[in-house]
């Protein structure tokens, strides 16, 4: 991870209402022998078939999509690495989510753990994969199916996933490992790391058997950092692990996704030299071409307008089915949020960054199932259900009511506006109280 970034850490936000009895497996899988594929149902079942394209076709007889969040926290402290899920819990958030999404992007990657010559784990760091275990626990709870997160970029979007290893029984993660906009294509052995990458993808999915993989994760974004030749060369990871999945025979072969980031595709945010003069729709028409070549059985959105949309209650109707439109393969929305307060920031005095509401929370969430439903999703995932911080500490300015928080917010300096949107993003506030969005949702889960 990036020194830039503060540590986003696993937390219990997700699924923990009941005890998470879904066993993580072993090294070696198990599961459904043959080709057979999973298609995971609202209610949590999964049953066997052997087309591949049926693995998209969660609800076949009802609404397409299956609703879910990411069983993630925030820790301000920034002094401990992503940790194994709390058992304490809010029914609430395990009640809202048909499918769980565990966040393996967070942990880092023993690169060298799977660059032998077969790709094969050898020495896995220990609190690494007590880590993933729980993660997928958690995002599993009481048994519904589960999509893993995983990438071979940083948490930061400029360089490889950090190296995780392990000193004293903790997990440590090296962010420096390769450097700033590493180009796997002008290294020696450009194939060693995209090979070592895809060796990690089937290794996690033989051993957590998920319903979905997500093989890069806003990948569009390392070309916004570092260019078009190392882009080409992160499609190229997607693409061999997309390859090996498809060669699985010993478990039920996933569905894989690969993410886009759709603030970036219109061009934000704003910086020299790209669309800068040009209209949102304008500068998609110029970066739609970054969809092209993208190696995967569904091409994810996701999509988080706040820091960059100024009037978050016209956002055009068609800024996620624009990019549908684009994909050329089917989609899915695989993370978003969108803050219900208003916030401002204070440069000696508060000035207004964002207007919101709750009925704008609500509209945009309208607008991502309507969207999800026309195009068939199987997938709609809200980033956290529930506030990760105080909604009312967060928007507040000058910040007040955390003291801890307040610091830490400080400290981020011009970083901690996104940030802040992110922490309190959900559709229920930290006390439990839902917000008019959390009875979209709820609506959303109840159409058979």
């Known amino acids: 991870m990036s020194g830039k970034h503060p540590w986003i850490l696993l937390a219990a936000l997700l699924a923990l209402g009941a005890a998470a009895t879904a066993s993580c497996g072993d090294d070696g899988g198990g599961g459904n022998d043959g080709d057979a594929d999973v298609i995971a149902t609202p209610d949590g079942d999964a049953t066997t078939t052997s087309s591949p394209d049926s693995r998209l076709d969660v609800s076949p007889t009802g609404r397409p999509y299956l609703l879910g969040a990411r069983a993630e926290g925030y820790d301000i402290t920034r002094s401990a690495f992503p940790r194994p899920a709390s058992a304490s819990a809010t029914p609430l958030v395990d009640e809202l989510v048909e499918i769980g999404v565990a966040p393996l992007d967070l942990y880092g990657i023993p690169w060298s753990s ?25 995002a599993k709870g009481s048994g519904r199916p589960v999509v893993l997160a995983l990438s071979p970029l940083a948490t930061s979007f400029d360089t490889l996933a950090a190296e995780a290893g392990e000193t004293g029984g903790n997990l440590t993660l090296n962010p420096s490992w390769k450097p700033y906009c590493y180009d796997p294509g002008t290294d020696g052995n450009p194939t060693k790391w995209r090979d070592a990458y895809a060796g990690y993808v089937v290794w996690a999915i033989r051993r957590y058997q998920p319903a979905f993989v997500i093989l890069g994760e806003r990948l569009n974004l390392y070309e916004a950092a570092c260019g078009a030749a190392p882009y080409a060369s992160l499609k190229g990871f997607v693409s061999e692990a997309n390859t090996r999945v498809g060669a699985i025979t010993d478990v039920a072969q996933p569905a894989t996704i690969v993410s886009v980031d759709v603030e970036d595709l219109y061009g934000f945010p704003k910086k020299a030299g790209r669309c800068v003069a040009v209209t949102p729709q304008a500068c998609f028409d110029t970066r739609k071409g970054l969809l092209d070549g993208l190696d995967a059985d569904v091409v994810g959105l996701e999509s988080y307008p706040a820091p960059y949309v100024d009037t978050l209650g016209t956002i055009p109707s068609d800024w996620l089915s624009r990019v549908v439109a684009a994909a050329g393969k089917p989609t899915a929305v695989v993370g978003t949020s969108l803050p219900a307060t208003s916030m401002s920031h204070r440069e000696g005095v508060c000035l207004p960054i964002l207007t919101s509401s709750e009925a704008i929370q609500a509209s945009w969430l309208d607008q991502v199932l309507a969207t999800a439903e026309n195009a068939r999703m199987p997938l709609v995932i809200w980033r956290s259900l529930v506030d990760l911080y105080d909604a009312g500490v967060v928007s507040s300015c000058p910040c007040a009511g955390d003291t801890g928080l307040c610091q830490h917010l400080d400290q981020l300096g011009g970083a901690a506006d996104v940030v802040r949107f992110r ?26």
């Open 114 to 138: 799977f660059s032998g010559p077969d790709n094969l784990p050898t020495d896995l760091p220990g609190p690494w994969l007590t880590g993933l275990d729980a993660a997928v626990a958690a």
């Open 423 to 448: 922490l309190a993003g959900g559709l229920v506030d930290v006390d439990g109280t839902e917000r008019q969005a959390a009875a979209v949702w709820r609506q959303a889960k109840a159409t058979p």
